[in-house]
């Protein structure tokens, strides 16, 4: 097979490959196709027109270079180990999230291989990497790819994601890639020159959103999505932002990139998962096909986020102020939406539809903390920094023993002390001066001092939030202590089948704002939570089977500040 790229809107199109260019003939769709046969390693890009310099490849699987440069021809074969890994299903699940480029002092695939017994003996089941497509500059949180599917070469390129997917494998986890398909970033975007991928009459917060009315703009996407679970080996993606795709077809994207990847998961024989960011809180991205929803498997609840930080924290401002009653975490917690269709004051309308009730809870991903929820604070301060150890573990066993499927961000398992702060290694000065301006803004606007605000241009806002191993794995200290909390109720969610139930009609709650206190019901469990100045009276007495302090076998009590879980 020689080179092919879909190009309709130059009138030449011409192949560089090494030194060497050729010319290229064009079909009545618009692909143009050299007859070159590809070797792995040639360097090669397309001259469009009557351009001096070449652009890349859209479909490059290697940028050596970088983003502007020409790519390289990858062969995406590769000496697997994995052929008795069967896959794991979400349900039941606990998933880790982690940013490669600050997981490890040397922020790469590799180095992030060494730290996998960490993760084993935490007990989590899914690794969730945030996006690795290729960027412009040194680092980047991963949202601002414009190259989908090229691994960045700061990670170790393709390569090296193939070494780390073996290796999680291996050690018995799973692989979930945070992928990026309603924007591109604002540097190295080179789509436009070749098609009409974007549409121009429409921009979300991040840019022009893609034309998805086009066919070859779709197989663009979900060829990618294939891509990594089939080439690749990933076990699931995460689709970021899905609220900001815009698509009136007959059949929704999300859906088509549902039915395709059920289609592969049968064929490879292992089970795959797409897991939708959105904040429309709209059932139907995770309603099964048969019953007239799209089929993603399940979405990230931020709702429960907001309520369990709200009742830890007391922040009440911007999209907080709706969840300020404990009533909130428990709604969130037994219906797993606490917009349903109720009025929300940050967005000025009512929002969201319930979930039905034979939903099994599992297909919501709930967090106290993650990626956006730290890194979009104007200093990324953590949990971490702003509660003490008790509500650390409160925070930790409503993640964890709550209903639904648990997410960490990497670092809150031993209350990493180190900020998670918004970078960004624009090449471009202009650029980086606009981000960093705009950053600095959108937080004065907010009443926040701007002097407290890092520059995320500056390298040491991107050091800084690199993790500390020496915390989890030093003298006993809040961190070793934290580390054991969750190793603990991971291990008792394994244990307690209650814990893992999906059902909603097990699920019930109790509540009081004052003294603040909740009690949640899953099946013949209860994760009770005290966070009044009071004892909670337990009757009659009942087995502790996890405490967040220091209780008897059989308590009829739960001190001020502090939560467990309780049977009969």
Known sequence: ????????????????????????????????????????????????????????????????????????????SFAWADEQWTGRQLAGSVIYEMHLGTFTPDGTLDSAIERLPHLVELGVDFVELLPV?????????????????????????????????????????????????????????????????????????????????RPEVREHIIGNALMWLRDFHVDGLRLDAVHALIDDSPTHLLQEMAERVDALSAHLRRPLTLIAESDMNDPKLITPREAGGYGLHAQWSDDYHHAVHVALTGETSGYYADFEPIEALAKAATRGFFHDGTWSSFRERAHGHPI???????????????????????????????????????????????????????????????????????????????????????FERMGWDPAVVPDPQDPETFRRSKLDWSEPYGDESRHTRLLAVHRELIALRRREPDLTDPRFDRLSAEFSEDPKWIRIRRGALEIVVNLGDVSLAITPPREVLFSTKQLDAEVDGIPPRAGAIIRP
């Open 1 to 76: 097979m020689g080179f092919e790229v879909w190009a309709p809107k130059p009138a030449r199109v011409r192949l560089q490959v090494d030194d060497a260019t050729h010319d290229m003939t064009r079909d009545e769709h618009g692909w143009w196709r050299a007859d070159v046969t590809p070797r792995p390693g040639q360097r090669y890009g397309y001259l469009l027109d009557d351009r001096a310099d070449p652009v890349p490849d859209p479909r490059s699987l290697r940028q050596p270079d970088g983003v502007h440069q020409l790519g390289q021809v990858q062969d995406l």
């Open 133 to 213: 497509n290729a960027f412009n500059g040194d680092w980047n949180w991963g949202y601002d790819g414009v190259l989908w599917y090229a691994v960045d070469e700061t990670y170790g390129g393709p390569e090296a994601y193939q070494r780390f997917v073996d290796a999680c494998h291996a050690a018995g986890l799973g692989v979930i890639q945070d992928v990026v398909y309603n924007h591109l970033g604002p540097s190295g975007n080179y789509l436009p020159l070749f098609a009409p991928y974007l549409r121009e009459d429409s921009a979300n917060t991040w840019g022009s959103s893609l034309d998805l009315a």
């Open 356 to 442: 039905p009730p034979e939903t099994p809870t599992w297909r919501l991903v709930a967090y106290a903390q993650d990626h956006d929820q730290i890194g979009n604070r104007a200093t990324g301060d953590r949990l971490s920094q702003a509660l003490d150890d008790d509500l650390l573990a409160i925070a930790a066993l409503l993640a964890l023993a709550g209903p639904f499927t648990p997410m960490l961000f990497m670092g809150e398992e031993w209350a990493a002390s180190t900020p998670w702060q918004f970078f960004t290694a624009h090449p471009e000065p202009e650029l980086g001066r606009a981000t960093a301006e705009g950053r600095i803004a959108e």
